[in-house]
């Protein structure tokens, strides 16, 4: 029997093996000269790596052994080798970190922010590490080179604040408690991990008295689960007025929660990425309501017909009439007010609901509180008053009065009542607060 060996297939696997030893050696020694060398002889050398899944790169070598420019070099010429995995799953900025060489991981940060959320092994990522080993300076770059990494969790549902309070990192705590201040994310804090453990469980478990002073006026501790935490009895957490989800979901909505499906937004999110078009959904409605709102008050300050520019004699038909007010006939101007208040305080009621829970959206709702309340200037000056005489009319005017009271007490505080309460009830489940966000 006679074998056949293919002696030019043979001399090529030799020689792609030569290329790649010689190319490893150029990353070890952070040579860019030898590396453009490499290029001439064959431009597809860069290329291979992108056909395999997991492998170790020229640039995660440079990483490791901390050829900083080498590596800017070569994470230029191919971006996507940056955010290959090794076989141990470490892309070449987790290895740059273990490694301990900074000045690499700031430039990998500064030429791609991606990075900082890139997933390595346990869904561990820059920021997790660098919360775990408690450098504060590099951890506030990271958080503002990439502010959605805050929110990245590892395997065990960790988020950064758990690792440092976990590795007891008190400088590198405050930087990340400070950021979700800043970012208005501080349900950021209530989230748990796969024991189910807050931020505030387990400083308290750990006997972290600092952690817990700024906690304390932060999360929602409530005096059931502070007792559970000093006893170490952890059944005693889900006390009776806790809420399981599926309590919470098997209770009937609430009406502003209803309000909130029917407008296409829900308080729900569905996942991480998805809030790009409700964000979309919500600016197209507040600019229409906000159009809405603005041309019914315009309407009101200049009334179809005009107002009247001086008083008439006192008289004892329907014929009199008080400056300033609508030149339109009684019954009509009722009309015209009742529709023109649907659209005004329902674009009103829209705007209040949107609103809620942005940043400063307090201040907002009591500037919009105050031009629905003094809306009812425009209506109690024009409006055709049949009070001064003796006017068939004065019923349906004391009537008008009293359902406009109730329409500006209704749209004004039943929002803020509703959001109140809804906001109770979801405080009250016993489930990670990042699954309950606003719709914006």
Same mark, same amino acid.
């Given at each position: 029997?006679?074998?056949?060996?293919?002696?030019?297939?043979?001399?090529?696997?030799?020689?792609?093996?030569?290329?790649?030893?010689?190319?490893? +050696?150029?990353?070890?020694?952070?040579?860019?000269?030898?590396?453009?060398?490499?290029? %001439?002889?064959?431009?597809?050398?860069?290329?291979?790596?992108?056909?395999? *899944?997991?492998?170790? &790169?020229?640039?995660?070598?440079?990483?490791?052994?901390?050829?900083?420019?080498?590596?800017?070099?070569?994470?230029?010429?191919?971006?996507?080798?940056?955010?290959?995995?090794?076989?141990?799953?470490?892309?070449?900025?987790?290895?740059?970190?273990?490694?301990?060489?900074?000045?690499?991981?700031?430039?990998?940060?500064?030429?791609?922010?991606?990075?900082?959320?890139?997933?390595?092994?346990? #869904?561990?990522?820059?920021?997790?590490?660098?919360?775990?080993?408690?450098?504060?300076?590099?951890?506030?770059?990271?958080?503002?080179?990439?502010?959605?990494? /805050?929110?990245?969790?590892?395997?065990?549902?960790?988020?950064?604040?758990?690792?440092?309070?976990?590795?007891?990192?008190?400088? %590198?705590?405050?930087?990340?408690?400070?950021?979700?201040?800043? /970012?208005?994310?501080?349900?950021?804090?209530?989230?748990?991990?796969?024991?189910?453990?807050?931020?505030?469980?387990? %400083?308290?478990? &750990?006997?972290?008295?600092?952690?817990? +002073?700024?906690?304390?006026?932060?999360?929602?501790?409530?005096?059931?689960?502070?007792?559970?935490?000093?006893?170490?009895?952890?059944?005693?957490?889900?006390?009776?007025?806790?809420?399981?989800?599926? #309590?919470?979901?098997?209770?009937?909505?609430?009406?502003?929660?209803? #309000?909130?499906?029917?407008?296409?937004?829900?308080?729900?999110? +569905?996942?991480?990425?998805?809030?790009?078009?409700?964000?979309?959904?919500?600016?197209?409605?507040?600019?229409?309501?906000?159009?809405?709102?603005?041309?019914?008050?315009?309407?009101?300050?200049?009334? *179809?017909?005009? /107002?009247?520019?001086?008083?008439?004699?006192?008289?004892?038909?329907?014929?009199?009439?008080?400056?300033?007010?609508?030149?339109?006939?009684?019954?009509?101007?009722?009309?015209?007010?009742?529709?023109?208040?649907?659209?005004?305080?329902?674009?009103?009621?829209?705007?209040?609901?949107?609103?809620?829970?942005? *940043?400063?959206?307090?201040?907002?709702?009591?500037?919009?509180?105050?031009?629905?309340?003094?809306?009812?200037?425009?209506?109690?000056?024009?409006?055709?008053?049949?009070?001064?005489?003796?006017?068939?009319?004065?019923?349906?005017?004391?009537?008008?009065?009293?359902?406009?009271?109730?329409?500006?007490?209704?749209?004004?505080?039943?929002?803020?009542?509703?959001?109140? /309460?809804?906001?109770?009830?979801?405080?009250?489940?016993?489930?990670?607060?990042?699954?309950?966000?606003? *719709?914006?």
């Amino acid at each position: 029997m006679s074998i056949v060996v293919d002696v030019n297939r043979v001399s090529d696997v030799s020689q792609d093996e030569n290329v790649y030893e010689r190319l490893k +050696k150029v990353a070890q020694d952070g040579d860019i000269e030898r590396l453009y060398g490499l290029i %001439a002889e064959d431009p597809e050398i860069l290329g291979h790596f992108d056909k395999v *899944p997991f492998c170790e &790169t020229p640039l995660h070598i440079a990483a490791e052994k901390g050829q900083t420019n080498f590596a800017m070099e070569l994470m230029t010429l191919k971006p996507s080798l940056a955010l290959k995995l090794n076989v141990s799953g470490y892309s070449p900025m987790h290895l740059a970190l273990q490694a301990n060489h900074s000045r690499m991981v700031r430039g990998f940060k500064a030429i791609d922010s991606r990075l900082v959320s890139i997933k390595g092994r346990g #869904r561990i990522t820059p920021l997790h590490h660098v919360a775990r080993i408690g450098d504060a300076e590099l951890l506030s770059e990271l958080l503002f080179a990439c502010p959605s990494s /805050v929110e990245d969790l590892t395997i065990k549902c960790e988020t950064a604040l758990h690792i440092a309070v976990k590795n007891h990192h008190f400088e %590198a705590f405050k930087v990340l408690l400070g950021w979700v201040q800043r /970012v208005n994310r501080e349900d950021i804090l209530d989230w748990k991990d796969e024991d189910g453990n807050t931020i505030f469980h387990i %400083a308290a478990l &750990t006997n972290q008295t600092e952690v817990m +002073k700024l906690l304390r006026k932060t999360v929602k501790s409530k005096s059931q689960e502070l007792g559970w935490l000093l006893r170490g009895v952890k059944e005693k957490l889900l006390c009776d007025s806790a809420m399981t989800p599926w #309590r919470y979901l098997s209770k009937k909505p609430l009406s502003i929660e209803k #309000r909130i499906s029917l407008m296409g937004l829900t308080s729900l999110s +569905k996942t991480r990425h998805c809030s790009q078009n409700s964000s979309d959904s919500c600016s197209v409605i507040l600019v229409v309501a906000i159009l809405i709102v603005t041309a019914t008050y315009q309407a009101g300050l200049s009334p *179809p017909g005009g /107002v009247w520019q001086e008083n008439s004699p006192e008289s004892k038909d329907d014929s009199g009439h008080i400056a300033g007010k609508m030149l339109i006939p009684f019954y009509v101007a009722i009309y015209f007010y009742v529709l023109n208040g649907i659209a005004f305080f329902s674009s009103l009621y829209v705007i209040m609901i949107l609103i809620v829970e942005l *940043p400063m959206w307090k201040v907002l709702y009591v500037s919009i509180a105050a031009l629905a309340i003094g809306n009812g200037a425009i209506f109690f000056t024009t409006f055709p008053n049949p009070l001064y005489y003796d006017n068939p009319d004065i019923g349906v005017w004391i009537l008008l009065i009293a359902a406009y009271s109730v329409a500006v007490v209704s749209i004004v505080f039943a929002p803020l009542v509703e959001f109140f /309460v809804n906001k109770r009830r979801r405080h009250r489940v016993d489930f990670p607060s990042k699954y309950f966000r606003s *719709p914006h």
